[in-house]
């Protein structure tokens, strides 16, 4: 009879507890899959007020130096409101698996997400030194092109293209070309017939159809001048 009556009392008193409450929500962590390299990616952050009263809420991310950015970090918002926070994985950053924590606190209550996401490299195919290397050769002109892909992904087959003068004059092909010496790179070797003596130009134009999705599309141009005695 004692044990039940300790047991009643022990009932009685864990009911009349009361537990606050948290004065806002935040979604679950935040997962960026898988983002191509150079791209960059946002999602949203919800941040819920549930408190009874406005409230402010200061927002951060660590640690220094990941490539994710967020566009508020102190915001206030009104009872039972909410607020969206923009959180962005940057287009600079590198290939590779990456980690990071956002801190959301008002008042003593603090509330970490966890950001993850995997940047997934991109082939990027250039030139080798100073090539183009253009020599007249009687009556024809060659041009020398050394061609590598400087990134860790295997950039697929595309083709290219040879201006004289501004004006279109030859396309070639570029094949497969891996992700590590030596197959990561390739020599070509074109020709036209010569112009007319005096100033002239060459364009190259690598992946001129771009073909190919890269990590850097600004460097797959080139220029060289040469004269015809």
């Known amino acids: 009879m004692k044990s039940l009556y300790m047991c009643f009392i022990g ?5 009349s507890i009361s537990y606050a409450a948290d004065s806002f929500e935040v979604r679950a962590d935040l997962d960026f899959g898988n983002v191509n390299q150079g791209t960059g990616k946002t999602l949203p952050l919800k941040v819920t007020n549930n ?9 951060s991310i660590g640690p220094a130096g990941v490539p994710f950015s967020i566009n508020l970090t102190s915001m206030t918002i009104g009872d039972d409101d909410s607020a969206i926070i923009g959180v962005s994985l940057r287009n600079d950053a590198l290939p590779g698996s990456l980690l990071a924590t956002i801190r959301i606190a008002s008042g003593n209550e603090i509330k970490k997400v ?9 082939p990027d195919i250039t030139f080798v030194g100073l090539t183009p290397v253009v020599q007249v050769q009687g009556t024809t002109v060659d041009v020398l092109l050394k061609i590598i892909n400087s990134s860790t992904a295997i950039s ?8 004289l003068d501004g004006t279109a004059n030859q396309k070639f092909i570029i094949p497969q070309l891996a992700a590590t010496f030596p197959n990561n790179q390739v020599t070509l070797n074109l020709s036209f017939p010569k112009p007319a003596s005096g100033p002239h130009s060459i364009q190259v134009k690598l992946d001129s159809g ?14 060289q001048p040469f004269t015809i005695p």
Do not use: D, H, K
Request: net charge negative; proline share 2%; hydrophobic share 50%.
């Open 11 to 15: 009932l009685f008193l864990l009911s």
């Open 51 to 59: 408190s009874g009263a406005i409230m402010q809420v200061n927002a």
């Open 114 to 122: 966890q950001l993850t996401g995997n940047v997934v490299p991109l």
């Open 156 to 163: 697929g087959a595309t083709s290219g293209e040879l201006l």
């Open 210 to 223: 771009n073909i190919i999705v890269e990590a850097l599309e600004n460097n797959n141009v080139r220029n």
